[in-house]
């Protein structure tokens, strides 16, 4: 009974077994169904968002390329300065078409979706093509009109580091976006393989319900396959894309600019790589830091609390920054600092993008050293002439008064200093020309130690009474040919450094000449040395001292020209010259000049000046130079007829040529320039005795085709006059 009992609840459990069996298979293959469905609908998310997010990021990289474009190499500001330079057709339509393109590429880039703070980027990258365009009629007027570059350029130039640094700010904003949708993407990758993994576990819990499930498992496996097959294709597409990315980053480390991106506490968190070329910094030496450190105590404290004010409001600064570098050497840098904003405007970082002015500036410096001497130059050809008109009238009159006034006394005493200070003032004009001009005059045999002493007899008399002067001369008879007025002014402008380097507390001051023989050759020369026991120079200015315009004086007492003008006139004499000082103890200037084995032509004598007889016509605009040379012609023995009209004068020549025994004119006057005073004299009568003279040197004219058989420099030297003139009026 109890077995049929039994086996009569057989079936019952075998059913009750069938149906646990039945509803765990249906459980079973239910929840293989459903977590199949759900891991297959999950892959197929993560491939269509992978596929739209990778059409969205080819198309903005791609228009971001063709707006990089237009701002690089062989784009719309490069055609257009290649249009401003050179006056190229062919770069105007380039330009026309460029415009164009650029205006389509930034409203597609519009139209894709672009957020506030893209469009606030493309809007300062049009402003500046929009300036470029506003200044295209400018450069095609020049274009027509032939204008010179410099001026177009000045006309329209635009500053374009805004559009740059927008665009640099354009791509780290797009290359963001592209790396927060790739962490989207591979979080769902994640999670993907994360529901895959539950399902592997619950289908192992039931291995006795495998053989039911086979089926199912072996279709999700292969789906599984496949999807992971495509994922992989499309990782490796990522890892291009990164690489693509890298191209990007190297092109901004590699840009001509220097950028360094700060947080709102001014924490340096990148710098690219010409950042670090300027500043001599590595991104590993600066990360973390702030910029204090390349400051160069330029700018005061209250300055940078205005600029980082200003950034905060969130408004852009622009400037020019003296840095300092790591080696402590200073550099120029224009700046343009902006802040950049997320998407909800809040300020999250500060970027700064420099250009290195420090070589512009540099450049700018050597302008301006250049304008200051041709301003010297200037100067000294508008003065020179008035200044030795003056002088020639005092020369003359003085030797006059001279002729007339005692051999002894006070009296001519007084007119020997002022025909000395009269020609140290026209040694001072021979200076300015010197540095300024360049011009030279004759060189002749010239006994050293006779210019020697007269600088050492002109400084005793000038400088202060403590001071003591010697002369030291081994040789009386080493000759030099040299222009002597030019000697003169580097022995006495070394010596009158030496003695304002001693100063007012006294010292001495040593001229030495002696002979030496240099080099293989064994080449004579003469050593000039002016010595004295003041301060010395110190090491660091030992090497600026001949430079123009350096001078250690306090402002407004001193030039900076004086030894400069010693070391271009001791160089157009064939020498050199060199220095020799120790702090503290002293400095000497040493000259060496070559010696010359010519013989120096004997002096006039003072005062014993040639008469003679004739009628000479004096042809100069000064009144006041024409009336002294008269005069000393006439007490010469000369009838001079004088004209201040270099018209009126070649009338009178005109009506009688032979009437004048000689002809003297000044080469500078308006109206009738002396060159063509010149050339009527010498078409009347070839052979009339013709005498020229200037305050200026007369280049680029030909003395013996013009029929100029004498040239005086003024201020003329009355014995100068006075022996021209007996020479020429007794040529036959």
């Known amino acids: 009974m109890a077995s049929s009992t039994d086996k009569a609840k057989l079936p019952v459990r075998l059913v009750l077994s069938g149906l646990g069996a039945a509803l765990l298979l249906a459980v079973t293959v239910l929840a293989g169904v459903y977590l199949g469905s759900q891991t297959q609908q999950r892959f197929q998310d993560v491939g269509q968002s992978w596929q739209t997010f990778t059409a969205e990021a080819e198309r903005r990289g791609a228009l971001l390329s063709r707006i990089r474009g237009h701002l690089g190499y062989g784009g719309i500001i490069h055609n257009f300065k290649n249009y401003v330079l050179r006056q190229d057709q062919r770069y105007l339509d380039n330009l026309n078409l460029q415009f164009k393109d650029f205006e389509n590429t930034v409203d597609e880039y519009r139209k894709s979706g672009a957020t506030p703070a893209e469009l606030d980027y493309l809007k300062s990258i049009e402003d500046t093509i929009a300036l470029y365009r506003s200044k295209l009629p400018i450069a095609q007027q020049a274009a027509r009109e032939n204008w010179p570059p410099a001026r177009t350029d000045s006309l329209v130039r635009v500053d374009d580091t805004g559009a740059v640094t927008a665009l640099v700010a354009l791509e780290a904003y797009w290359w963001n976006k592209h790396q927060a949708s790739t962490k989207d993407i591979a979080r769902a990758v994640d999670e993907g393989e994360t529901l895959v993994t539950t399902g592997f576990r619950f289908l192992a819990g039931l291995a006795f319900v495998a053989l039911l499930l086979y089926g199912l498992f072996y279709l999700l496996q292969a789906e599984l396959r496949q999807t992971i097959g495509m994922l992989s294709n499309e990782l490796r597409e990522r890892r291009i894309a990164e690489h693509e990315a890298k191209k990007f980053q190297r092109a901004v480390d590699q840009s001509p600019a220097t950028i360094i991106m700060t947080d709102t506490q001014g924490n340096i968190e990148y710098v690219n790589q010409k950042f670090c070329d300027l500043t001599e910094y590595s991104a590993d030496e600066v990360i973390g830091k702030t910029p204090r450190l390349l400051q160069s105590g330029d700018v005061s404290g209250d300055g940078y609390v205005a600029l980082r ?196 507390q006294g010292g001495r001051i040593t001229l030495k000449v002696e002979p030496r023989e240099h080099g293989e050759a064994a080449e004579k020369q003469v050593l000039i040395s002016v010595r004295d026991d003041g301060p010395g120079i110190p090491d660091d200015l030992k090497s600026k001292i001949f430079d123009p315009f350096f001078t250690t004086k306090t402002a407004g007492k001193g030039t900076g020209l004086g030894l400069s003008v010693v070391a271009n006139l001791v160089g157009e004499m064939g020498g050199q010259i060199d220095v020799a000082s120790v702090f503290g103890q002293g400095t000497t200037f040493t000259v060496r000049l070559p010696l010359s084995d010519e013989t120096v032509a004997p002096l006039p004598v003072s005062g014993d000046l040639p008469s003679g007889t004739g009628e000479i016509l004096l042809i100069d605009d000064e009144v006041e130079v024409a009336a002294t040379c008269a005069k000393l012609l006439r007490r010469l023995g000369y009838d001079v007829e004088v004209f201040n009209d270099p018209l009126n004068a070649m009338q009178v020549y005109k009506s009688d040529p032979d009437r004048f025994a000689l002809v003297i004119t000044d080469l500078v006057m308006p109206g009738l320039p002396g060159s063509e005073v010149c050339r009527i004299v010498r078409d009347l009568r070839p052979a009339c005795p013709l005498v020229a003279y200037s305050a200026y040197q007369p280049d680029g004219i030909d003395f013996d085709k013009a029929g100029i058989m004498r040239f005086m420099h003024k201020p003329i030297e009355p014995a100068q006059l006075a022996r021209i003139a007996s020479e020429m009026t007794n040529l036959d």
């Open 309 to 504: 004010q200003q950034l905060v409001r969130g408004e852009e600064w622009r400037g020019t920054f003296r840095n300092k570098k790591k080696s402590g050497e200073p550099y120029w840098a224009k700046t343009a600092i902006l802040p950049l904003r997320d998407d909800i405007g809040r300020i999250t970082h500060f970027i700064g993008v420099g250009e290195d002015q420090t070589e512009r500036r540099k450049a700018r410096d050597h302008i301006h050293r250049a304008q200051r001497i041709e301003a010297v130059s200037m100067l000294a050809s508008g003065v020179a002439h008035d200044f030795n008109n003056v002088l020639t009238t005092i020369l003359g009159n003085v030797h006059l008064a001279r002729l007339d006034a005692p051999d002894k006394g006070d009296f001519s005493e007084e007119l020997e200093q002022i025909e000395v200070a009269a020609k140290r003032a026209r040694n001072l004009v021979g200076q300015i020309f010197a540095f300024a001009r360049r011009q030279s005059g004759e060189a002749v045999a010239v006994r050293v130690n006779e210019v020697v002493e007269e600088v050492t007899h002109l400084l005793q008399a000038s400088v202060q009474p403590n001071i003591v002067i010697t002369c030291q001369v081994e040789h009386t008879d080493m000759v030099v040919k040299v222009d002597p007025t030019r000697l003169h002014q580097v022995i006495m402008n070394l010596s009158s450094n030496a003695a304002e380097a001693i100063g007012p």
